[in-house]
């Protein structure tokens, strides 16, 4: 026997659907645009029936910001020191998917930290954390020769890496550059190898390897399976 | 005589503090915090007085755009084909003055062009030539064998220093990278100095020079006359 009642387990379900449909709103027009009441009628239950779920929207925005974290939290974690370049792609790879789901994290973070200082603190962490895993493993891959980077480019390729991650989206979409998830997703990372280029050893080789990967997009996910 | 007279005169002086004052205020707190009522509060002029010079804020976000439209299209203007590093370093330095002067563009410029569709378009085209001239200028330097850069390297290389140019700022305000002016200018030429890096030619001279001016900010200045 289930110890969840019948009731609960309506309950959670809604609560899942709010969650979902208002992820789907933020990531199309912004969460800006996006309010209690626009939620409740694209799912078309009652503002009270949103309210007894979530009291505001700032509590569902916090939810969503708590799934992306967890789930970039186990893309994030204990990356292994014998990783090669193609490990470091899917690493990349899963990191950008998994954002590009939360998107509108993304679009406006400056003034979605400050509308909302529970998530800025986490955002601004979690930011960090990417940005120190990306130099760790830079580090690994040129202790194992993988490339040939001097030790105080570290910090500055990470961070321009970074900057990718975090604000490519905005800068594509000023410039009208209209691309979908994958497109998106390639595009990143063709700015990332870009980045790394100068500092392959094969060069061609590992380069067309890469390029092939990017183009279908088919990475190695072990460490994704939930 | 002058053709103006003193009535005109002073209106356009109020125009000019109503105008620097918004920037201030935009600056600081970003578009979307700041009330036309803040800006008379500020300025201790009347909501009346100052509609009477702008009719509402969206009027006066459109000319500080202009403002910052002319004087970055005559940065942008004609840059040598004989450039050298150092000008090429200039031009960078002349044009991260010029846009952190209206830093208030680049908080947020999804959301503003989506606010204001008469800001949109002209943005999009000053942001697209802006990284058309920069790639102008890298293919001047690779024909002046100033840089080891590939052809193809053109265009992703212009792209990166584009969204150094345009996005670095809220990155390191996301990240509570707290920089004033010259530290922002001083840290974005820094990062776009390793990016060229692996393109150097005479390397560790160019680059010790670069960075000492990068450290100083000091730049011959010629094309900044007015």
């Known amino acids: 026997m289930s110890a969840v009642s019948g009731g609960e387990k309506v309950a959670t379900k809604t609560a899942e659907r709010i969650l979902f449909t208002s992820l789907d709103l933020f990531n199309e027009h912004g969460e800006t645009a996006v309010t209690s009441v626009d939620i409740a009628m694209e799912l078309d239950i009652s503002p009270g029936n949103l309210y007894y779920h979530f009291k505001g929207k700032e509590v569902i925005v916090l939810a969503l910001f708590d ?44 003034d979605l930290m400050e509308k909302y200082p529970a998530l800025s603190r986490g955002f601004r962490q979690l930011l960090l954390t990417r940005e120190e895993t990306v130099a760790r493993q830079l580090d690994y891959l040129r202790r ?17 890496i970074g900057l990718v991650f975090s604000q490519a989206a905005n800068y594509y979409l000023i410039k009208e550059q209209m691309l979908d998830q994958k497109g998106f997703i390639q595009k990143c990372l063709g700015s990332i190898l870009f980045l790394l280029r100068p500092y392959l050893k094969g060069d061609s080789e590992d380069v067309g390897v890469l390029k092939e990967l990017i183009g279908e997009l088919r990475f190695n996910q072990e460490s994704s399976d939930e």
């Open 144 to 160: 194992n020769q993988q490339l040939k980077l001097p030790a105080d480019s570290l910090a500055p390729l990470s961070e321009q």
């Open 67 to 110: 799934m992306y974290r967890h789930k970039l939290s186990r893309i994030l974690a204990a990356p292994d020191p014998d990783l090669s370049l193609q490990d470091f792609f899917c690493f990349l790879y899963l990191s950008l998917d998994c954002s590009s789901l939360f998107r509108f994290l993304y679009r406006n973070p400056t």
